[in-house]
C-alpha cells in the first residue's frame, strides 16, 4: 500500500444486494472587481481564497458590479446576501482577475470631468481606481476619489479650485474578457505559487476550512473547467471529499434533448458532482445559474441540520420567478412533468411546484434511469453524508497522529466514531444499525508495524421521499347503503 502519514478518509464500493464537521463551507472561482478596491495589490484579493460574510463585506474586499458576465463572483454575492433570506453564507470565494495581468492595452482612458459644486461622479466598473489621475492635481490635497457600488459610479470632490470647473483625468482599466477557462483553471509551481483551482489548497491553512461544494458560475460550462473542479473537490490537499456544481451552456443548447447530449458529449458525469439546466430569472430581472443557486440552497438546508448534508437541496424554494434560457430565446418553459425527463439523465433543473419555484433534481450528476452506477451515486444526498463522515473522522483524529496507538486507543476512536453514528442515526441522517470495526483482515500485521490503521464504517443513509403514488380504486361496494 501507499506510504501514509496523517488521518485518512475513503468512500468504499457500496454493499448492496439490489441495485464532525461543524461547519458547511461554499467556495466560488471566478472573477471580482477588485480594480475598485484602493491598494488591492497589497491586500492578496487574486488567486486567493476569501472569505466572505455579507455584502458590505464583500464590497469591502472584492467591489461589486451587477455585471456578472464581466465580474462572475458578484453573482454569488447577490444570491447569498441580497437575497429574502438574507446572509446565506459565509462563504469563500476565490478570484482571478489580476488588473494587472488582466488591463486594457492600449492608451489610458482619458475622462472629462464637470464639477458642479466641488463634486463630479461618472459611471464605470472597469476603472482601476489605484491609477486614477488629475493633471498636476494630488489626491487627498487637491481632490478625494471614492466609488459607489450602488450606482457603480466613481466620485470625485474637488478640495481647491473653484466650484464649478472642467477637468481632465486618466486611468487604466481591466478586461475581464481576457479571464479565460486557462486562468481559472490555474497551476501550482515548486515554489509556492497558486493560481486558479488550485489556491483551494490553501483553503484550510489559511482559514481552517474543508470545502464541501465548489461553483464556478460562467466558467464550469467549460469541460476543462468542470473537469478540474471535480479534481479539486477530489481528495483535496489529499485528505478532504467534496462536491462540484457545474452548468450546461445555453449557447447552442437549446431543447431538454440537446442540455442530455450536450452533457453526455462533453462527460458531465462524475458522482461528486451536480450539473444544471437551463437558467433561472428572479423578480428584479437578474438572472442567475441554477450551480450559484444550488450552493446557496445547499448552504442553508445543511446549516438547518447543523452541517450535516443528509438532506438534498431538491424541491426546496428558491429566488426564482422563471426559467431563463437566453436573452434571444423564445422558450416559454416547462412544468415538472418535462423536467423529470432531465433528472432521469441526472441533470437538475428548476420548477414550478406547490405555488413556488424550487430546484429540481436530487441526483448527482453519474445518475441514469435505469443504469449503472455505484449506489451510493444515486443521490446527491447519499454521497454528500458519507463525505461528511471520511471528512468528520480526519478533521476529529488527525491531531492524534504521531501518539501511541493502544489497543484502548482503538477502541477509543471505535467509541468516538459510534457515538457520530449515532447522533446521525438519530437526527435521520442514517437507518438501520450503522457500525464501525476493527477488523482484522483490514489490519495486517505488517499495516500495524508501519503504523497504518484502518477503521470500517458499514451505514445505511436514509433515502429521500422522491415520488409517492396514490393508487386508488373504484368499486360499486358503496351502493349497498342504499339498502343499509
Known amino acids: 500500500m501507499a506510504y501514509k502519514h496523517g488521518a485518512y478518509g475513503e468512500i468504499t464500493p457500496s454493499k ?132 459607489n457600488f450602488a450606482k457603480k ?73 468542470y473537469t478540474a473542479m471535480v479534481s479539486t473537490v477530489t481528495k483535496l490537499n489529499g485528505h478532504w471529499d467534496g462536491f462540484a456544481l457545474a452548468d450546461i451552456p445555453l449557447t447552442n443548447v437549446a431543447t431538454i434533448a440537446d442540455a442530455i447530449t450536450w452533457k453526455t458529449t462533453n462527460g458531465y458525469d462524475a458522482e461528486n458532482s451536480k450539473v444544471f439546466w437551463p437558467e433561472v430569472k428572479d423578480s428584479q430581472d437578474r438572472v442567475f445559474h441554477l450551480s450559484t443557486v444550488c450552493a446557496a440552497t445547499m448552504l442553508a438546508v445543511d446549516q438547518g441540520h447543523e452541517g450535516v448534508p443528509f438532506e438534498s437541496p431538491s424541491n426546496k424554494q428558491i429566488m426564482a420567478t422563471a426559467q431563463y434560457f437566453g436573452a434571444n430565446s423564445t422558450n416559454k418553459g416547462f412544468d415538472q412533468e418535462t423536467a423529470n425527463s432531465l433528472n432521469e439523465k441526472g441533470i437538475t433543473t428548476a420548477a414550478f411546484w406547490g405555488g413556488r419555484w424550487v430546484l429540481w433534481g436530487p441526483h448527482t450528476a453519474a445518475y441514469t434511469y435505469n443504469g449503472s452506477m455505484d449506489a451510493r451515486a444515486i443521490f446527491d444526498a447519499t454521497l454528500r453524508t458519507l463525505m461528511y463522515i471520511t471528512n468528520s473522522f480526519q478533521l476529529d483524529h488527525g491531531v492524534e497522529i504521531d501518539k501511541p496507538m493502544t489497543p484502548q486507543d482503538r477502541d477509543s476512536i471505535l467509541n468516538a466514531e459510534m457515538a457520530k453514528l449515532d447522533r446521525l442515526k438519530g437526527i435521520g441522517a442514517l437507518i438501520g444499525e450503522p457500525e464501525v470495526l476493527f477488523v482484522e483482515s483490514e489490519n495486517p500485521a505488517s499495516d500495524m508495524i508501519n503504523g497504518d490503521f484502518v477503521w470500517h464504517f458499514n451505514v445505511t443513509n436514509t433515502p429521500p421521499f422522491k415520488s409517492g403514488t396514490a393508487r386508488v380504486t373504484y368499486t360499486d361496494e358503496g351502493f349497498a347503503a342504499f339498502f343499509s
Open 16 to 147: 448492496v444486494k439490489r441495485i464532525t464537521q461543524g461547519d458547511v463551507v461554499v467556495g466560488y472561482i471566478g472573477t471580482a472587481p477588485v480594480n475598485l478596491i484602493r491598494g488591492y495589490a497589497s491586500k492578496d484579493l487574486v488567486n486567493m481564497p476569501i472569505k466572505v460574510s455579507n455584502m458590505s463585506d464583500a464590497q469591502d474586499k472584492l467591489g461589486y458590479s451587477n455585471n456578472w458576465s464581466s465580474f462572475t463572483l458578484c453573482e454569488a454575492f447577490a444570491e447569498h446576501f441580497d437575497n429574502s433570506v438574507q446572509n446565506v453564507g459565509p462563504i469563500y470565494v476565490v478570484n482571478v482577475l489580476d488588473p494587472v495581468a488582466h488591463e486594457k492595452t492600449g492608451a489610458a482612458t482619458s475622462q472629462s470631468l464637470v464639477f458642479a459644486n466641488y463634486r463630479c461622479e461618472f459611471e464605470s466598473d472597469t476603472i482601476i481606481l489605484d491609477t486614477f489621475a488629475i493633471e498636476d492635481k494630488v489626491e487627498g490635497t487637491d481632490y478625494t476619489l471614492d466609488y
Open 153 to 225: 459610479t466613481v466620485v470625485v470632490k474637488m478640495l481647491t479650485g473653484a466650484a464649478s470647473q472642467t477637468l481632465t483625468a486618466t486611468f487604466n482599466e481591466v478586461n475581464p474578457a481576457a479571464v479565460d477557462a486557462a486562468a481559472i483553471v490555474g497551476s501550482k509551481t515548486a515554489a509556492g505559487a497558486y493560481t486558479g483551482l488550485f489556491a483551494f489548497e490553501l483553503l484550510y491553512q489559511y482559514h481552517n476550512a474543508v470545502l464541501n461544494v465548489l461553483a464556478a458560475p460562467g466558467f464550469s460550462d467549460k469541460p476543462a473547467v
